[in-house]
């Protein structure tokens, strides 16, 4: 086995493999007395068919079979052993290669394409970035406690409906007779008054009872596809076809008092905080918004960083290569098409690639399973098992135990570990940008930040923020992994 290789272009070599007899001979007689061993024929043993038989009809495909993994063993084992950092993978050359006849040829030799990474200075110091911190405006936060406060209020049975009400129900759809229409809608479902939009449906609901039937048109009352979907108990795209009269008869009214802003509330909402008075409730509800909304601001942040890296960070790609390597990988014609189509949006996706992979190297950036385990048990999972009042020691352990077997028991669930993990290097990478870079902190609230990034939105993008490590998935087709 010979394998040798050299240079044919920027950040491009030919590897030649030449393959002997020798190399593939022992391998495929033990791969055909392993296939006699199975082999049953009329007028033979079980297992003691001639191997002259054998070779006749399996010594070929054998052949090749064993050529073509003592060839690709050795092609990544060459690569290994020389520390070629491979970009993409390697294809085949077919204009060099001889074309192979495993029948009669006894020596057969390979060629391939194989692209290498650049080599580049990355000096994160440098370069500048805006983070923007979005504080919450006053009605924001208002509506926030407002919700916070229903949330942890007292479910009420009254007699009528009132506007802020929920009625229970069960609800037929009717015929141009006014009669049930049999084998059509007939559900038991949930109808929120303050959603109804059109008052003189509204006004039919108002002050009826438990038993009391009300006739109306739910495409009219609901005027928001959800929510007209939820209530139909049916999918979107009929329920925008629906437009008959229903009967709705109400079984149960419920309505929800909002808690009171006191102690009784603040020890509800934030266990962990002592909370005495609604000042310091308002800083703490204030503090949870800023959180949710740090999340919107990082996936700016790395979106317009990794723009601006693969604008400023230069070096060199081996671009023909990289353009006849997606359109191998690509999984249909249309995906083709797209690379061909939008084949510098792709380059400059697999530039991100490379500099990302730069930062997790030199940043020591890793996501580990011990990372999405713990993910799942203080992110995820915790409101599913939540602490009981009064909890002992003993059921605590309990409770963090069972956690603890769930959350690994998810991580078998893989399309899901492997969102979590997205998520998770994303946000490690984006904290690495934030330590390292040139970063100008900007305080604005939700309304400002929308107005400032928007603009930057409606530009067609150099690239779309994409992990090589996540292998996230671009607008076009999946975009394989580089490395």
């Keep these: 086995m010979k394998v040798s290789q050299e240079n044919n272009g920027v950040l491009t070599s030919l590897v030649k493999i030449e393959v002997e007899a020798n190399d593939y001979k022992s391998e495929v007689e033990k791969q055909l007395k392993q296939q006699r061993q199975k082999m049953s024929m009329p007028g033979f043993r079980p297992g003691q068919v001639p191997m002259s038989i054998v070779k006749k009809m399996y010594g070929v ?23 070629i950092k491979v970009l993409g ?38 370069e500048k970035a ?6 919450p405006t006053t009605e924001m936060l208002d509506k926030f406690i407002a919700d ?36 059509e809608v007939d559900i038991n479902t949930t109808l929120y008054i303050e959603r109804i939009a059109l008052k003189t449906i509204k006004d ?12 109306f048109k739910p495409a009219k009352a609901l005027k928001d596809a959800s929510q007209l979907a939820a209530f139909l108990r049916m999918k979107q795209e009929d329920a925008k076809e629906f ?70 960070v230069k070096f060199d790609l081996p671009v023909e290569f990289l353009k006849r390597w997606l359109t ?29 992979t730069k930062i997790a190297e030199t940043g020591d950036v890793k996501v580990t399973d011990e990372d999405v385990i713990n993910y799942y048990k203080t992110e995820l999972l915790p409101s599913y098992f939540p602490a009981m009042p009064d909890e002992t020691e003993d059921q605590k352990k309990e409770r963090e135990e069972h956690l603890d ?64 490590k996540a292998e996230k998935k671009e607008e076009t087709d999946e975009q394989p992994s580089l490395f």
């Design 61 to 83: 495909a054998a052949k090749a079979q064993t050529i073509e993994q003592i060839m690709s063993d050795n092609l990544y084992k060459f690569i290994e052993e020389n520390k």
């Design 89 to 126: 993978s390697p294809l085949a050359n077919d204009e060099k290669t001889p074309k192979a006849d495993f029948e009669k040829d006894d020596n057969f030799t390979f060629f391939f394409d194989v692209a290498t990474q650049p080599e580049f200075d990355l000096d994160l110091k440098k």
């Design 130 to 135: 805006v983070i923007y911190e979005i504080e």
């Design 148 to 183: 916070t406060c229903m949330r942890f209020g007292k479910v009420e049975s009254p007699e009528t409906i009132g506007e802020k009400d929920m009625a229970y129900g069960h609800l037929v759809e009717l015929d141009e007779n006014g009669e049930k229409k049999e084998g």
């Design 204 to 215: 039919k609901f108002l002050n009826k009872k438990k038993d009391d039937t009300v006739t």
């Design 243 to 312: 437009s008959a009269d229903c009967q709705f008869t109400i079984s149960s009214i419920q309505r929800m008092t909002p808690a009171e802003l006191n102690e009784e509330l603040f020890s509800k909402v934030y266990k962990d905080k002592e909370i005495k008075d609604e000042k310091s409730f308002r800083q703490a509800a204030k503090e949870d918004l800023m959180n949710a909304y740090k999340r919107e601001s990082d996936n700016y942040f790395l979106n317009k960083t990794s723009e601006e890296l693969v604008k400023n």
């Design 328 to 356: 191998a990988t690509a999984q249909s014609e249309e995906a083709k098409k797209d690379i061909e189509e939008k084949f510098d949006k792709y380059l400059d996706g697999i530039r991100w690639q490379i500099i990302e």
């Design 405 to 468: 077997s769930v959350a690994r028991n998810m991580l078998n669930e893989r399309e899901q570990t492997k969102q979590v993990y997205n998520y998770l290097f994303d946000k490690k990478i984006t904290e690495t940008l934030k330590d390292n870079m040139k970063v100008t902190v900007k305080k604005v609230n939700m309304d400002e930040f929308i107005k400032e990034v928007s603009p930057a939105t409606e530009e067609k993008k150099p690239a779309k923020k994409k992990s090589s």
